[in-house]
Every structure is written in structure tokens, then in C-alpha cells.
Antibody, heavy 118, light 110 residues
């Protein structure tokens, strides 16, 4: 059964770069022609799509975040990564990784809370 | 800017039927937007309920159904149960690899 798991620092200082990793288990990140997406959820608020990457490396970003986001894939580690630069308190959120297949986000990771604070 | 609209709050009586909708601030939702629906309880990751408008995800009870209702995507819960009390999110595919989530609906069963 395919599973995804987010990992990374839980605290990031303002103006620095947030870096998270999504590790895929139970399957290969490069097989099946899937997309791998990042979604976030600020405390008490709704879900926001950040961006997605195809297994070949093609990327797609939320226009509102595009200037600060980089998503990459490392097939040798079966991981994809998210970098968000110049963070502020508004970037405090639970960050989720999810596979996109058959026009749905599934499965989801459990999410990781990232707090932006000095 | 594209905004996906959902009812912020809805309530349903146990055993009752409720329809949640997912619309656009400009235009109509069709199957070409590949609407999908997710259920989220506090502290948990979202769970896929419905995808490609009306396909139930594995293990989802058949009291959950999806459709296009007028100019919106719709999620209908028939015979609501107490544990259906959750937040529900829709997401639409805008093309060119872009997805937009709705603001979510908080459903109360009372």
C-alpha cells in the first residue's frame, strides 16, 4: 500500500527558506506517471494547493506562490521536496504531501506543522 | 482570480439528506474540472470521498454521492450519521496543472 510521509523542521525563522521532504513508501515515485503535490493548511483555515511535480520533473505552481516555491523530485531516494523562500508568519501551516492520480489527491501524508517565528 | 465557492456552514439532522456545493466565482463547474471531495476531521489529514465528479473512493459508504447540480459540483449525503460531522473540501482542476481548493464547508449533524 502506497504511503507518503512529510518531514522537515517544525520551526523556521522569518525571511528564511522552508524545506520539507515527502518520502514515498510502498511504491516508486517514478512509476505510473503520477504527479506529487504539496498542499498546506494554516491553523483553523482551509486547504491551499501549493504545487505539483510530475515524475519526469515537470512542475506546476500556485500562481500566488510561484515566485517563492520550488518543488523537486529525487527518484534515487524516492522523495520529492518543497522549498518555500522568504517565509513570513502567513506561511505557518500544516503542510501535506499527496499523490495525484485519477484526478484526485490520494493518498495524503499525515501532515507536518511548520511554524514561522523568530 | 479564480475562487472556488463552498457554503461555509451547513447542518443536517441525523438520517437526513444534505447537499454541499462547489462553484466558481465566474462560470459554471462541469465534469471538465474533475471535481473531487475530501472529508477532514480535526487533527487528521483529508480523506478522499469522491473524485472525477461522482466516483466514490474505495471504502467510502454509498450514502456519499457526487454530481453536477446546476452550475456547480455537488456532494450529497443521504442518511447522515453523527460521524459525518466534519469539514468538507472540494477541489477543481483549472487546466495547465493548476488546482484550486474551495474554502470548505463545516457540516454539523444535529
Amino acid at each position: 500500500q502506497l504511503q507518503v510521509q512529510e518531514s522537515g523542521p517544525g520551526l523556521v525563522k522569518p525571511s528564511e527558506t522552508l524545506s520539507l521532504t515527502c518520502t514515498v513508501s510502498g511504491g516508486s515515485i517514478s512509476s505510473g506517471g503520477y504527479y506529487w503535490g504539496w498542499i498546506r493548511q494554516p491553523p483553523g483555515k482551509g486547504l491551499e494547493w501549493i504545487g505539483s511535480i510530475y515524475s519526469t520533473g515537470s512542475t506546476y505552481y500556485n500562481p500566488s506562490l510561484k515566485s517563492r516555491v520550488t518543488i523537486s523530485v529525487d527518484t534515487s531516494k524516492n522523495q520529492c521536496s518543497l522549498k518555500l523562500s522568504s517565509v513570513s508568519a502567513a506561511d505557518t501551516a500544516v503542510y501535506y504531501c499527496a499523490r495525484t492520480s485519477s484526478w484526485r489527491f490520494d493518498p495524503w501524508g499525515q501532515g507536518t506543522l511548520v511554524t514561522v517565528s523568530s | 482570480q479564480t475562487v472556488v465557492t463552498q457554503e461555509p456552514l451547513l447542518s443536517v439532522s441525523p438520517g437526513g439528506t444534505v447537499t454541499l456545493t462547489c462553484g466558481l466565482n465566474s462560470g459554471s463547474v462541469s465534469t471538465n474540472y474533475y471535481p473531487s471531495w475530501y472529508q477532514q476531521t480535526p487533527g487528521q489529514a483529508p480523506r478522499t470521498l469522491i473524485y472525477t465528479t461522482n466516483t466514490r473512493s474505495s471504502g467510502v459508504p454509498d450514502r456519499f454521492s457526487g454530481s453536477i447540480f446546476g452550475n456547480k459540483a455537488a456532494l450529497t449525503i443521504t442518511g447522515a450519521q453523527a460521524d459525518d460531522e466534519s469539514d468538507y473540501y472540494c477541489v477543481l482542476y483549472m487546466g495547465s496543472g493548476i488546482w484550486v481548493f474551495g474554502g470548505g464547508t463545516k457540516l454539523t449533524v444535529l
